[in-house]
């Protein structure tokens, strides 16, 4: 068994799964001893990153089995392990905001770039470790899922050069029309349950004092997804939030609707600047959760 395990949140997407696989690489390529899990089984996209670049998927764990963790795309304790609290933290590669606490010294690579694929690419590139052609393809498409293809507002001058970089390591000759296909992959909704659709990609967070849940998913319709409302919204109660957020994002027109089920429809209203009905509200132009979306609402709550 590894001495240390190497993981990203809980509901993991795409960059999640291809950053702990990149870390994990990279970490035991610079004299360490590490094994990439995850924390959930892959969505459809990841699914498809996967077996277009002959990966198996990461063993899944709920708590650390080893003493010590590398944390990716994360550092909020809601989103980690269940017993993080018993374990030691020794490195964290991320690009969230931070709300982590330590009673030891670790090395923590931060920075507010468009995927923590980027990250450690240049974290690759400073160690002069060459990147495996596999693991660059998982990186692109880690890249590709966190930016929609470089259109999200979080992408950096820094992700498009990486992007670039690693689609030829990984032989990807049009990382456009591979890009498409990955995005594709994730909306295709139909098999998924309403607790699937809620539960896929979504992340808890403490906002004046209120314990918001926040997902999101991805499609070509959004009125499509909304016919499903009412099964959503008895998915969504049935979770026991204060407050739950669902986010639908049109990755072709780059806009959102939301259902918003709580307390405190106006200041959601406030946040967004837009009004629920049905409780639904219109989010143009937002496409991201950690840009986008959290921000305004922390503020307001």
Known sequence: MAKTLVFGHKNPDTDTIAS????????????????????????????????????????????????????????EQAQSVDNIADVTVERIYDHHKFAFSNSTPLYITAKPWGSVATILYYEFKLADVDIPANIAGMMASAIISDT??????????????????????????????YGLELLKAGTDLSSRTDKELIDGDAKSFDMGGHHFRIGQVNTVDIDE??????????????????????????????????????????????????????NVIDLPGVVSRKKQVVPPLEQNF
């Open 225 to 278: 997804v909304l016919s499903r409302q009412s099964g959503i919204e008895s998915a969504m109660n049935s979770e026991n939030y204060e407050d739950f957020l669902f986010v639908i994002t049109d990755i072709l027109n780059s806009n959102s609707k939301a259902i918003y089920l709580g307390d405190a429809p106006k200041v959601v209203e406030a946040a967004f600047g837009s009004i629920l009905v049905n």
């Open 20 to 75: 702990a696989i990149a870390a994990s690489y990279l970490l035991n390529k610079t004299g360490h001893d590490t094994e990439a899990v995850a924390q959930g089984e892959p969505n459809l996209e990841t699914q498809f990153a996967l077996k277009r670049f002959s990966f198996d998927a990461p063993r899944v764990v709920t708590e650390a089995d080893t003493q010590t963790v590398v944390l990716v795309d994360h550092n």
């Open 148 to 177: 929609l293809l470089l259109k999200s507002p979080t992408t950096t001058s820094f992700d498009k050069p990486a992007l670039e970089a690693l689609a030829a390591i990984a032989g990807l000759d049009d990382y456009n029309s």
